[in-house]
């Protein structure tokens, strides 16, 4: 199974996971589900631009 995850996503993925302890479970969801991935960046970006 080929990993879709590029070193850009993974570094965004780390970034906010440092940020947001509380998104850890995505690190796995992620794997299997880039989709989810990618919504739950938006989700993050989107929570960190509100809150400023």
Known sequence: M???LTPTLLFIMQSI???YPKYDYI????WS???TLKIMIEVAVGDEKSSN
Not at 27 to 30: A, C, G, Q, Y
């Open 33 to 35: 589900h880039p989709k």
């Open 17 to 19: 996971l440092d940020k």
């Open 27 to 30: 690190r796995v969801e992620s």
């Open 2 to 4: 080929k990993k879709e």
